[in-house]
């Protein structure tokens, strides 16, 4: 009997070393393969201090994480594009420090460099001009342009010294949205289908790196777009299935190919139906039953190829000083699940765009519940709401989560379109402000737009109150308090801001009479700015975090200086 216990135990401590994360595994797994559970750094608009890198890396290895992707861009000092290179680049030796700091906690560093799409950090040079897939877009390179991959393979071996040895190389190739042009340009001169332009520039710039024995990974978005060509894709390039905007129960799912978009159930066509039917409903399509949400990876995995799912902790739609906390949690959690417990998946990576502004700080919730969840596999997102508040703040109840969820909806001039934002970091112009309300009044939604924006402010409002409470409350976490609140004080001002701009194009308005109450906001605006200057000092280099404090704030002030008068 005592000899039968101390096997079963040699045995169970033998699966909790190969599994230490208690990540669930299918039979058809190999103990040591464990799942991927990573966090993408974006360096597109925010450059990252060395140290608040390092800072953060600790904290995502202490919360189960395994595999960081670094989306560098123009953030290092590269040799084969000198042009793609920040004022606050880090050298080489810098980025290798931090390279060195995830290694020992553990991390695996996965290097990004976009080799299709998102190339507008090398294709607004004049040098790359010639390189771009449409001549008045600097978004995409041209896949049929016999010095796109040359380069690109120069670069690739770049990243490689740089990051030293490993398994995984990530080659963007998402929102190709130019593919069209090049299919129906000159320069296709062998005819191929925009499906066909894709699958073998992707093949193409994949297979040096297959010969160095590393794995290529590619975002799944133009794969599945363009499935007609599926065929045609090296099984051996991983996929990193994304989407945003999806969680169980909300009773939507997207759509790829024909009928594209979020679509419910019986929004389906049958032509979705012949394509995923088998995906959407694995079980039967019987009454009461909705599409399974994360289809897609489903689709892909019996494909051939190997799948990651991707939420997000931040993304377009979210307001610039905060994000949708409640959606993001939502989408984070089950699409976490779906990627460790799924068979043939494997695994996750929560996604961050810096492009959106607002600092992991106000992303921790999601951040951390990637990392709670492959720690706790069983556990309910009620569960983690619950762990969540006491673990960082010594709270009980759901006053946190109510309190950010209030600070979710945008209003005018508080996210990255309504600011003219984006990752071409282009110049705002200076009379932004006005240009919008001229085209809100065009559009026929300018009263729409003001009893949205009074809405927003009264529920800013409600949530800097509970902030308020809350911080005075709170055992812990104070500096993660802090900056929700600061984000709530921004947002009430934001939105008093936008009502008064947009009110100032009404008819009768009296500008006389409004001048104190401008100047008033603009004061209040001034000293907010800041105060996030100073927070952002921290964390962010300083020509870029110079860039993003503009981007958040001068638009909107220059036109309420001309409210607030001399």
Same mark, same amino acid.
């Given at each position: 009997?005592?000899?039968?216990?101390?096997?079963?135990?040699?045995?169970?401590?033998?699966?909790?070393?190969?599994?230490?994360?208690?990540?669930?595994?299918?039979?058809?797994?190999?103990?040591?393969?464990?799942?991927?559970?990573?966090?993408?750094?974006?360096?597109?608009?925010?450059?990252?201090?060395?140290?608040? *890198?390092?800072?953060?890396?600790?904290?995502?290895?202490?919360?189960?994480?395994?595999?960081?992707?670094?989306?560098?861009?123009?953030?290092?000092?590269?040799?084969?594009? !000198?042009? +793609?290179?920040?004022?606050?680049?880090?050298?080489?030796d810098v980025f290798r420090d931090v390279l060195a700091h995830a290694r020992g906690l553990g991390l695996e560093n996965i290097p990004l460099l976009q080799t299709l799409g998102h190339g507008e950090y090398v294709l607004?040079?004049?040098?790359?001009?010639?390189?771009?897939?449409?001549?008045?877009?600097?978004?995409?390179?041209?896949?049929?342009?016999?010095?796109?991959?040359?380069?690109?393979?120069?670069?690739?071996?770049?990243?490689?010294?740089?990051?030293?040895?490993?398994?995984?190389?990530?080659?963007?190739?998402?929102?190709?949205?130019?593919?069209?042009? @090049?299919?129906?340009?000159?320069?296709?001169?062998?005819?191929?289908?925009?499906?066909?332009?894709?699958?073998?520039?992707?093949?193409?710039?994949?297979?040096?790196?297959?010969?160095?024995?590393?794995?290529?990974?590619?975002?799944?978005?133009?794969?599945?777009?363009?499935?007609?060509?599926?065929?045609?894709?090296?099984?051996? @390039?991983?996929?990193?299935?994304?989407?945003?905007?999806?969680?169980?129960?909300?009773?939507?799912?997207?759509?790829w190919g024909e009928n594209r978009g979020l679509r419910a159930k019986e929004q389906l066509t049958p032509g979705n139906l012949e394509l995923f039917g088998q995906y959407l409903f694995p079980d039967g399509d019987g !009454?009461?039953? =909705? !599409?399974?949400?994360?289809?897609?990876?489903?689709?892909?995995?019996?494909?051939?190829? !190997?799948?990651?799912?991707?939420? +997000?902790?931040?993304?377009?739609?979210?307001?610039?000083?905060?994000?949708?906390?409640?959606?993001?949690?939502?989408?984070?959690?089950?699409?976490?699940?779906?990627?460790?417990?799924?068979?043939?998946?494997?695994?996750?990576? *929560?996604?961050?765009?810096?492009?959106?502004?607002?600092?992991?700080?106000?992303?921790?919730?999601?951040?951390?519940?990637?990392?709670?969840?492959?720690?706790?596999?069983?556990?309910?997102?009620?569960?983690?709401? +619950?762990?969540?508040?006491?673990?960082?703040?010594?709270?009980?109840?759901?006053?946190?989560?109510? /309190?950010?969820?209030?600070?979710?909806?945008?209003?005018?001039?508080?996210?990255?379109?309504?600011?003219?934002?984006?990752?071409?970091?282009?110049?705002?112009?200076?009379?932004?402000?006005?240009?919008?309300?001229?085209?809100?009044?065009?559009?026929?939604?300018?009263?729409?737009?003001?009893?949205?924006?009074?809405?927003?402010?009264?529920?800013?409002?409600?949530?800097?109150?509970?902030?308020?409470?809350?911080?005075?409350?709170?055992?812990?976490? =104070?500096?993660?308090? /802090?900056?929700?609140?600061?984000?709530?004080?921004?947002?009430?001002?934001?939105?008093?801001?936008?009502? *008064?701009?947009?009110?100032?194009?009404?008819?009768?308005?009296?500008?006389?009479?409004?001048?104190?109450?401008?100047?008033?906001? *603009?004061?209040?605006?001034? /000293?907010?700015?800041?105060?996030?200057?100073?927070?952002?000092?921290?964390?962010?280099?300083?020509?870029?975090?110079?860039?993003?404090?503009?981007?958040?704030?001068?638009?909107?002030?220059? /036109?309420?200086?001309?409210?607030?008068?001399?």
């Amino acid at each position: 009997m005592r000899s039968t216990i101390l096997s079963m135990a040699v045995i169970l401590l033998t699966l909790i070393a190969c599994n230490p994360m208690g990540i669930a595994q299918t039979s058809s797994e190999q103990p040591e393969a464990r799942r991927m559970v990573g966090f993408h750094i974006d360096m597109n608009m925010a450059q990252y201090r060395a140290d608040y *890198l390092k800072r953060w890396l600790t904290d995502l290895a202490g919360r189960g994480y395994n595999t960081i992707i670094w989306e560098i861009e123009d953030g290092v000092e590269w040799e084969t594009v !000198p042009e +793609a290179r920040q004022p606050d680049a880090l050298t080489k030796d810098v980025f290798r420090d931090v390279l060195a700091h995830a290694r020992g906690l553990g991390l695996e560093n996965i290097p990004l460099l976009q080799t299709l799409g998102h190339g507008e950090y090398v294709l607004q040079h004049d040098r790359y001009r010639h390189l771009r897939a449409h001549p008045d877009d600097i978004t995409q390179y041209d896949p049929l342009h016999p010095e796109v991959v040359p380069l690109l393979n120069a670069w690739i071996l770049e990243y490689i010294e740089l990051f030293g040895d490993i398994r995984y190389f990530h080659i963007g190739a998402d929102e190709a949205r130019q593919l069209g042009y @090049v299919q129906q340009s000159d320069r296709n001169v062998d005819g191929l289908s925009v499906s066909q332009i894709f699958m073998r520039h992707i093949n193409e710039v994949s297979q040096p790196l297959l010969d160095r024995g590393i794995t290529p990974i590619i975002w799944a978005d133009m794969v599945l777009h363009h499935h007609q060509a599926i065929g045609e894709l090296s099984r051996e @390039v991983m996929l990193f299935d994304w989407m945003y905007d999806i969680w169980r129960g909300n009773g939507k799912v997207f759509l790829w190919g024909e009928n594209r978009g979020l679509r419910a159930k019986e929004q389906l066509t049958p032509g979705n139906l012949e394509l995923f039917g088998q995906y959407l409903f694995p079980d039967g399509d019987g !009454p009461g039953v =909705d !599409p399974e949400t994360f289809y897609s990876a489903d689709f892909l995995a019996d494909k051939g190829f !190997p799948i990651v799912t991707c939420p +997000a902790s931040s993304s377009f739609g979210d307001n610039v000083f905060s994000p949708r906390h409640e959606r993001h949690l939502r989408n984070t959690w089950d699409s976490t699940a779906k990627g460790l417990t799924a068979p043939r998946l494997r695994g996750v990576v *929560l996604t961050s765009w810096s492009v959106h502004q607002h600092p992991w700080e106000m992303q921790h919730a999601h951040i951390a519940a990637t990392g709670y969840l492959s720690q706790h596999p069983d556990a309910t997102i009620d569960d983690y709401r +619950a762990w969540y508040a006491k673990e960082m703040f010594g709270l009980r109840g759901h006053r946190f989560w109510e /309190a950010s969820e209030l600070l979710s909806k945008p209003c005018l001039f508080t996210h990255t379109r309504s600011l003219g934002i984006n990752k071409a970091c282009p110049s705002v112009p200076k009379d932004h402000v006005e240009t919008s309300i001229r085209k809100i009044i065009a559009d026929g939604t300018f009263e729409d737009e003001i009893e949205e924006t009074r809405q927003r402010r009264r529920e800013y409002a409600q949530s800097l109150d509970l902030f308020t409470e809350i911080r005075q409350e709170a055992l812990l976490g =104070d500096e993660y308090l /802090a900056v929700w609140e600061l984000a709530a004080r921004n947002l009430v001002n934001r939105a008093e801001a936008s009502e *008064l701009l947009l009110l100032s194009y009404s008819e009768g308005f009296d500008h006389a009479e409004h001048r104190d109450q401008a100047r008033d906001i *603009l004061g209040r605006m001034r /000293a907010l700015r800041a105060e996030y200057e100073t927070l952002y000092t921290t964390m962010i280099r300083p020509t870029r975090r110079a860039l993003m404090i503009s981007y958040m704030f001068d638009s909107v002030e220059t /036109a309420l200086a001309q409210l607030a008068g001399p």
